[in-house]
T-cell receptor, first 113, second 115 residues
Framework: DTAVSQTPKYLVTQMGNDKSIKCEQN?????MYWYKQDSKKFLKIMFS???????INETVPNRFSPKSPDKAHLNLHINSLELGDSAVYFC????????????FGQGTRLTVV | AQKVTQAQTEISVVEKEDVTLDCVYE???????LFWYKQPPSGELVFLIR??????QNEISGRYSWNFQKSTSSFNFTITASQVVDSAVYFC????????????FGTGTQLKVEL
């Protein structure tokens, strides 16, 4: 049973396309995140949702739109993909506040050509 | 604002050597939490340890040990008798109210353990 699962694992697409990444967690956690890992392995938070409410939006271009239909799911839709969007995107979930560890999905490697 | 610095970009050791990965953090919070994660070549992020700011006891788990020193704002990670399977990128992270409770990661240290 995968705790945090993302689909797809790999995504190759052309510039200008729109794509979505899905994330689901079966841990019963109330907080979910999207992180972006660039080619230098730097992990930067993009969004955070708590019980379906947007809590953190870290100056991400508005081409990126997260959607949380329920607290177990957090999807990421990206419009008009650019070369610079190529990265690994990680979904994570966590219960409660700052005192708990986050559990990460296996990542989605997005390549824009 | 909160910040995590991992000054060592890459470390190479020979198997069975001990290795210490450094982590220095900055935060204005009095209550905060520190974490270490491992990212092996397969790419997933694996949680290793959590430590709260009020607990400065060192922790040992098998070959892994962690040294938290509030006075120097450091939370260092030592692997004793390293093995090839320890080869990975290791991330230190910080979570505090000042950062909106998000996990702020350091830039990671790539550890290569060779035979």
């Amino acid at each position: 049973d995968t705790a945090v699962s993302q689909t797809p694992k790999y995504l190759v697409t052309q510039m200008g396309n729109d794509k979505s990444i899905k994330c689901e967690q079966n841990l019963g956690h109330d907080t979910m995140y999207w992180y972006k890992q660039d080619s230098k392995k730097f992990l930067k938070i993009m969004f955070s949702y708590n019980n379906k409410e947007l809590i953190i939006n870290e100056t991400v271009p508005n081409r990126f739109s997260p959607k949380s239909p329920d607290k177990a799911h957090l999807n990421l839709h990206i419009n008009s993909l650019e070369l610079g969007d190529s990265a690994v995107y990680f979904c994570a979930s966590r219960q409660g506040g700052r005192n708990t560890e986050a559990f990460f999905g296996q990542g989605t490697r997005l390549t824009v050509v | 604002a909160q910040k995590v610095t991992q000054a060592q970009t890459e470390i190479s050791v020979v198997e069975k050597e001990d290795v210490t990965l450094d982590c220095v953090y900055e935060t204005r919070d009095t209550t905060y939490y520190l974490f270490w994660y491992k990212q092996p070549p397969s790419g997933e992020l694996v949680f290793l340890i959590r430590r709260n700011s009020f607990d400065e006891q060192n922790e040992i788990s098998g070959r892994y040990s962690w040294n938290f020193q509030k006075s120097t704002s450091s939370f260092n990670f030592t692997i004793t008798a390293s093995q090839v399977v320890d080869s990975a990128v290791y991330f230190c992270a910080l979570s505090g109210a000042g950062g909106g409770n998000k996990l702020t990661f350091g830039t990671g240290t790539q550890l290569k353990v060779e035979l």
